[in-house]
């Protein structure tokens, strides 16, 4: 079974940066890619950033230039920098990882409050 655990949520104010972990249990280099969501109030889940094994990286359209998605495969951790923070960013965030045999994984979950 694996497991992402996130950390790193909180509240902020708008404008500033916050850094999201997600930590997996086992080598990250066994995911196609991994990826950041987030799902508002009222609001379907969407796309924040993705990784894939090569380093490709993909983001949601309202997020590019603020956000930046890394991993570190030492560590089997997938980050995501969050600057210039607004308070449509506030959300739950999740942590995603999808298998070779396409499984989908998912963690419990972050809040992100911006809000002044």
């Known amino acids: 079974q694996v497991q992402l655990v996130e950390s790193g949520g909180g509240l902020v104010q708008p404008g500033g940066s916050l850094r999201l972990s997600c930590a997996a249990s086992?080598?990250?280099?066994?995911?196609?890619?991994m990826g950041w969501y987030r799902q508002a109030p009222g609001k379907e889940r969407e796309l924040v950033a993705a990784?894939?094994?090569?380093?490709?990286?993909n983001y949601g359209d309202s997020v590019k230039g603020r956000f930046t998605i890394s991993r570190d495969n030492g560590k089997n951790t997938v980050y995501l920098q969050m600057n210039s923070l607004r308070p449509e960013d506030t959300a739950v965030y999740y942590c995603?990882?999808?298998?070779?045999?396409?499984?989908?994984?998912w963690g419990q979950g972050t809040q992100i409050t911006v809000s002044s």
């Open positions: 995603n990882a999808e298998s070779v045999a396409a499984l989908d994984y």
């Open positions: 990784i894939n094994r090569d380093g490709g990286t």
């Open positions: 086992r080598n990250i280099f066994t995911f196609t890619t």
